[in-house]
């Protein structure tokens, strides 16, 4: 559309290669290359095997799977309640209101998440509420970093929505709970189900604040990689970390076609 | 002066041909409507005089020089779309100095042709506002004063009024024609599917369907004596009806019609073309006898459907006093003159 | 089965019980509300109904207050008492007295500052090609993009370790072409290593917008610019730029805040000599349970990302992001 010649849009070809191939792809290659590896001196890889998988879905590997899946699903929901709450509730307000609540619950984007595990840990370490050397703390801190973005999603979701739609369904007498429950709630499903989707891969890969705060029988996927890889054990450092991009994709999978079935427009 | 010559231009996206070996010479200052429906290839054959396809085979040539491998920068040329497509970021007087700028004339000399551009459209009190100030039709002079800034060679039009209200659409009609008598050395490449427009503007007409040509000729050819079923229908409404060829004239239903058969041989089968609005009504020569099945009022006159022997005929009548009521016998005829035969096979030729 | 029910929500309201306005039917196209700018609000009534409506939003905040802003403030307020007593600002004093915690400031800055630009000019250069010089599978890079950002940061690190590590896939490459014994790419420990994982990693935060602005901008446009004589060049510079600005300027200081934040890329990266604020309050309160000094680190970074999202909503605002 924008270059014409021949020879100019194989340029621009060439150049997109160049720059997306072994910055984007080699990377993720690299990661998948190495989980199947004992060692990697020279080009490539050497020494195949599957071993790094059996380890990396059996004992503490596995208990960090299971850790990361609740942790993530148990934050993703409680954000994407409260995230919708607010974002129902802000767009009822008048615009000052909106604006104030929209920078309320954006604010944990802007914060570090370090910052946001500190605070979580100074706070929940003391009476009245001690949640420090808990799993709990854990899945707080990820509900607080995520539920910014379920927010986001769904009220950017509730301005698309045609007001059409409830008008007319308060027009037929429909009172404002019904319109909620009937109308509003099941045309927005599309969009909870993809927000929900993104809580969940942030919360699967969330490192800073998890490192801040982790007991010793509460760790995430995303330490377990960072303990191997540590410990100089790359390869299955590598495997984890194939297991928890597999598993965020398988999820988030599942979500998009949740969401194709959802989306009737 | 510069006009357009497509030779045996085929254009083919994805295995299919959108553009069927395309023939046609625009001559220097002519204006050229390519008339059809949507899908009939007449934008393909624009955007292939701009450069934004490039024909398959086939070569397109701009004042006698060859463009086919040109981008579509160094061709010269103006364009005017469907929605305008002005720079919404640039002021108007921004936006029809674009070209300009573009092809770098020189700096002192653009206010002033900016200026020309503006005044010959009207907006000349417009230069400083934003294209989102404007109103359609005003957005539309702007698109065209911009196309004419770079004088031009050839023009292109692609649907340029089918965003505006009729209303509108008619005041802009009268403008594009007081400024092409304004620049008679420009060439215009005027796609539409608005007969109206085609009829009003154009000096000679492409008639396009299904990536092919069908027909080109002046308006008063394409109205009077069409080639194809397809023009008659398209240009103008037409009553097709199916004939035997006779000596000196048509038998339609039993009937003998007299007319003008031309090169027709007889015996041979062919579709009669008379315009609904040379039908009369009453008898006269070559009278049809039929009931009336719909009638319906237009203010100015009435549009009768009537059942000639199973064929439904449409006539155009001045308004009727006592409007004919569904199911009365009526008798319409026509001139021998007003109609044409178009033999069988030419249409799909 | 969420289709059919939805339909019904959608087709047949519920029968208008005791509280219905006497029967007015809205009948709108889809698309265009009826009452346009009457819309929200004229549903909801007047005042009362508008205060029952405000205290909707107390429940949220509530919460959000209990878990986010109440935290925020106890590390603001630890961060003016120090454990071990001493006057309010001595934690400032010694903090920003120290070398390591000014060398942390300019590393963070210049690292964000550098990896923002980057991300930039590279995302800008990928989406225009992916957007306006489309080639089969464009559409599947696309989507590999939005995959991208569901992925944790320090993946990337991670892979650069294999392939610019000191025994990884570039030097492997040069010492078996020139059959030296060492090759030349030590830079993964420095600060150039995290600079180059940053721009990896939030380049896709850029080119989303940018893709998305680009999908809006009307090809005719540009079709109607080649007509008048703009070379491809022209075109980016005076009709791609000026409209994709406010979507550069979003996706580059949404960029720039995340840089600053960015943790596990520079934890991965296991240097010693790059330290950024976030590191360093890991490192102070985890490390050397030195909590006021993390606090006061954590009230500066705080202020420098929140006064530059601040900023972001600003921009976004007015790109109507």
């Not at chain 1, 060439?14 to 001196?41: D, E, I, K, N, Y």
């Not at chain 2, 719909?294 to 203010?299: L, P, S």
């Not at chain 3, 370790?161 to 790419?185: C, H, K, Q, R, S």
Request: aromatic content about 8%; some cysteine.
């Amino acid at each position: 559309m924008l270059v014409h010649s021949k020879g100019g849009r194989w340029a621009a070809w060439g150049l997109f290669g160049l720059l997306f191939l072994p910055l984007f792809a080699l990377p993720l290659l690299v990661v998948v290359a190495a989980s199947f590896a004992t060692h990697w001196s020279g080009a490539f890889p050497s020494g195949p095997t599957t071993g790094n998988y059996a380890a990396a879905v059996r004992g503490e590997s596995l208990q960090a799977l299971t850790t990361s899946l609740v942790t993530a699903v148990t934050a993703s929901l409680l954000a994407l309640t409260i995230g919708t709450w607010a974002a129902l509730a802000a767009a009822g307000l008048k615009k000052r209101g909106k604006r104030c609540l929209d920078a309320l619950f954006m604010l944990p984007v802007a914060v570090s998440s370090v910052v946001v595990g500190l605070a979580v840990l100074v706070a929940f370490s003391r009476p009245p509420v001690l949640l420090n050397g808990t799993g709990s703390i854990v899945v707080l801190a990820h509900t607080i970093l995520v539920t910014a973005f379920a927010y986001q999603s769904v009220s950017a979701a509730i301005v698309r929505l045609d007001p059409a739609y409830e008008q007319a369904a308060a027009s037929l007498g429909a009172r404002p709970a019904h319109v909620l429950w009937r109308v509003r709630l099941p045309l927005l499903l599309p969009s909870l189900t993809a927000a929900a989707g993104l809580c969940f891969a942030l919360s699967m890969g969330e490192l800073s604040a998890t490192m801040m705060l982790y007991p010793p029988d509460w760790m995430p996927l995303p330490v377990r990689v960072f303990t191997a890889t540590d410990r100089g054990s790359l390869f299955g450092g590598s495997a984890v970390a194939v297991v928890l991009m597999a598993t965020t994709l398988l999820v988030l999978l599942a979500v998009s076609r949740v969401r194709t079935r959802a989306s009737y427009r | 002066m510069s006009g357009i010559r497509f030779d045996s231009v085929s254009v083919a996206y994805n295995g299919t041909t959108v553009l069927d070996s395309l023939d046609l010479t625009v001559e220097p200052g002519e204006v050229m409507a390519l008339l059809g429906p949507s899908g009939s290839g007449k934008t393909t054959a624009l955007r292939a005089v701009a450069g934004f396809v490039r024909p398959l085979s086939g070569r397109v040539l701009i004042g006698g020089r060859d463009v086919t491998a040109l981008p579509p920068h160094k061709r010269g040329i103006g364009m005017v779309v469907q929605q305008y497509a002005l720079f919404p970021h640039m002021r108007v007087e921004e936006n029809v100095a674009f070209g300009l700028r573009a092809q770098k004339a020189p700096r002192a000399e653009i206010p002033a042709r900016v200026a020309e551009a503006l005044e010959m459209t009207g907006m000349g009190a417009y230069a400083k506002r934003y294209p989102r100030e404007l109103s359609g039709g005003q957005q539309q002079r702007v698109a065209i004063a911009r196309a004419l800034a770079i004088r031009p060679g050839v023009l292109l039009l692609d649907e340029p009024l089918s965003a505006l209200d009729a209303q509108l659409r008619s005041g802009m009609l009268t403008e594009l024609a007081r400024l092409h008598r304004e620049l008679p050395e420009v060439s215009i490449l005027y796609v539409t599917h608005d007969q109206v427009e085609a009829l009003t503007l154009a000096d000679r007409i492409a008639v396009m369907d299904r990536a092919r040509l069908q027909d080109c000729g002046t308006p008063q050819q394409l109205y009077r004596a069409p080639r194809t079923e397809f023009t008659a229908s398209f240009v103008g409404n037409a009553n097709l009806l199916p004939v035997t060829v006779a000596d000196g004239g048509a038998v339609f239903a039993g009937r003998p019609l007299a007319l003008d058969p031309g090169r027709a041989a007889p015996g041979s089968t062919a579709t009669l073309c008379v315009r609904p609005h040379l039908l009369g009504l009453g008898e006269g020569p070559n009278a049809l006898r039929g009931t009336i099945a719909e009638v319906q009022w237009r203010g100015s006159t009435h549009r009768l459907y009537v059942d000639v022997d199973g064929h439904r005929v449409k006539a155009d009548l001045p308004e009727l006093r006592e409007t004919p009521a569904l199911g009365d016998e009526v008798t319409l005829h026509f001139e021998p003159r007003d109609a044409v035969l178009l033999s069988a096979g030419v249409s799909h030729a | 089965m969420p289709d059919a029910s939805g339909r019904a929500a959608t087709q047949n309201p519920a029968p208008a019980g005791p509280s219905a306005p006497v029967g007015v039917a809205v009948v709108g196209r889809a698309g265009v509300p009826a009452v346009a700018g009457a819309a929200p609000r004229g549903l909801w009534g007047a005042a009362p109904q508008g205060v029952r409506r405000a205290l909707w939003v107390l429940p949220p905040v509530a919460v959000l207050a209990l878990v986010f802003l109440y935290p925020l403030a106890l590390v603001v307020q630890q961060s003016f008492t120090p454990e071990n007593g001493g006057g309010a600002f001595d934690a400032y004093a010694s903090v920003f007295a120290s070398a390591s915690f000014r060398e942390a400031l300019g590393t963070t800055v210049w690292l964000a500052v550098g990896a923002t630009a980057g991300c930039l000019l590279l995302g800008f250069t990928l989406a225009l090609i992916i957007a306006f010089v489309p080639f089969p599978g464009a559409k599947a890079v696309a989507r590999f993009i939005d995959v991208f950002l569901s992925f944790p940061s320090f993946l990337i690190t991670l892979a650069l370790l294999f392939i610019y590590g000191t025994v990884g896939m570039a030097n492997g490459v040069w010492t078996d072409l020139f059959g030296v014994a060492e090759g030349p790419f030590r830079f993964l420990t420095t600060p150039w290593g995290v600079l180059l994982a940053e721009i990896t990693y939030f380049t896709p935060f850029v080119m989303r917008p940018l893709l998305a602005a680009f999908s809006q901008l009307d090809t005719a446009q540009l079709e109607v610019a080649a007509g008048l004589g703009a070379r491809p060049a022209r075109i980016v510079r005076q009709v791609i730029l000026p409209e994709s600005l406010p979507a550069l300027a979003a996706g580059g200081s949404l960029v720039l805040v995340m840089c600053l934040n960015e943790f596990g890329i520079v934890l991965f990266t296991g240097a010693k000599d790059v330290t950024t604020l976030p590191m360093l309050i890991y490192g102070k309160a985890i490390l050397e349970s030195d909590y006021a000094a993390a606090c006061v680190v954590a009230v500066v970074n705080i202020a420098i990302s929140v006064g530059l999202f601040g900023l972001y909503r600003v921009v976004g605002k007015r790109a109507g992001a």
